[in-house]
């Protein structure tokens, strides 16, 4: 049974999805805490698992977790099936809104041109992922949810643990924990002194007589917190990374930045900054890419795989920066699709357009060769990213 835990696939997963692709697209596979599940690597599977509601979120417990911690982090809309997800999602939008985001385009714009200052201080190599990519998106939704800026470590602490799978399991309940009691304190003081910020939104918005309970509430901070910043950090990674790989990547959209929103569309289907769905459960049995799959299945949908199926895309394994059609399973697809979308993109769309405008002689301090990967099979991000702005 092939295993996701090994050095080889982490390092890089293509060549693995590709044969699988050929091979079996919906095979068994060991995850690295040694569960089975199945996993769908083809687009047309793929998004038909997205949206098929045999594929549960929720299985055979339709009910909530009697742990109080797990019921804390597993009552938001990403984790349950209609009607739950319907009410929450209905809820969560009302206050989530395209105004909103559009709102913060000046505070994104000023934040990114701070980070870009300190940048230009640095005399030697630096880390553009502690620099610039972590800071942008933390401080962005810090400040979104009205949480303070100073307690981003705190956050980013928390969020590497909780999305490190096998590897911070020992250090998981601890981290889940404080986040919990952080975030109950943060509702608590909102209630008292609401503001114009979302948490204050969230506390607020209502639907007839219907509204989010406490659960509800620290479950959706504890998605937006995690989904509004990881994925973010490894889109402006991974997409730095691919630029300054190839050099005449990096002075093409330098030379056009009107490829900008392309190119950030096929960043995310090239290198997906989430590699495999959250978990589903067959709800029955069901029949996909010619497997038969039984009831109460755990299966796991290759984001990352579908995104460069051969069947799909054209030259999947070619990065082209005007892409034409671009339909990836990045973000998603169908109830599920990422809420938070359209901010990944404005962040993304504003950081790359500043970065190669304020440093065109941008590139890499080391070999691409020694640029390592973090483990673990949701998330799709380098540790470190070293730069210099220096002379050659």
């Known amino acids: 049974m092939d295993n996701l835990a090994g050095r080889e696939f982490h390092a890089d997963p293509h060549p693995f999805y590709a044969q699988w692709r050929r ?17 769908i690597t083809r687009y047309d599977d793929a998004r038909q698992a997205l949206t098929d509601p045999r594929f549960s979120k929720q299985g055979r417990n339709k009910g909530h977790p009697s742990d109080t911690i797990e019921r ?20 969560v939008s009302a206050a989530f809104t395209a105004r909103r985001i559009e709102a913060l385009r000046p505070r994104i714009a000023e934040i990114t041109s701070s980070l870009l200052d300190f940048m230009a201080e640095q005399s030697g190599p630096f880390d553009l992922i ?11 939704i810090c400040e979104l949810l009205g949480i303070p800026a100073e307690d981003r470590d705190s956050f980013r ?17 601890g981290a889940a924990q404080a986040m919990v009691a952080y975030i109950r304190g943060l509702l608590a003081a909102r209630r008292s002194d609401p503001g114009d910020d979302l948490l204050s939104g969230l506390i607020e918005v209502r639907d007839s007589e ?14 937006l917190l995690i989904a509004g910043h990881e994925t973010t ?8 990374a691919l630029l300054l790989t190839e050099r005449d990547r990096w002075e093409r959209l330098r030379a056009d930045p009107g490829l900008l929103p392309t190119a ?37 949908i290759g984001l990352l795989s579908a995104n460069r199926d051969e069947a799909r895309f054209p030259d999947p394994d070619e990065l082209r920066l005007d892409r034409p059609q671009n339909p990836h399973l990045a973000f998603g697809h169908g109830i599920h699709y990422c809420l938070g979308a359209p901010l990944a993109r404005l962040e993304a769309q504003i950081a790359f357009g500043a970065l190669i405008e304020r440093f065109p002689g941008l590139r890499l301090a080391g070999p691409a060769s020694e640029l390592t990967w973090r483990p673990g099979l949701l998330l799709r991000g380098l540790f470190t990213l070293p730069v210099t702005t220096g002379p050659e």
């Open 23 to 39: 091979e079996g697209p919906v095979r068994e596979v060991q995850l690295a805490s040694g569960a089975v599940v199945w996993l």
């Open 72 to 91: 804390a982090l597993s009552r938001h809309m990403l984790a349950v099936d209609p009607p739950d997800h319907t009410r929450l999602r209905r809820l």
């Open 130 to 140: 502690d620099a610039f990519a972590f800071p942008l998106p933390i401080q962005v």
């Open 157 to 173: 602490r928390w969020s590497n643990i909780i999305v490190g799978g096998v590897a911070y399991q020992a250090d998981f309940p």
């Open 210 to 223: 219907d509204r989010l309970d406490e659960d509800e509430l620290i479950s959706m901070v504890f998605l």
């Open 233 to 240: 950090v490894n889109l402006i990674g991974n997409g730095a």
């Open 264 to 300: 950030i569309e096929e960043f995310l289907r090239y290198e997906s900054p989430v590699e495999t769905a959250t978990f589903r459960i067959t709800s029955e049995p069901v029949t996909i890419g010619g497997q038969n799959l039984p009831a109460y299945a755990p299966v796991v």
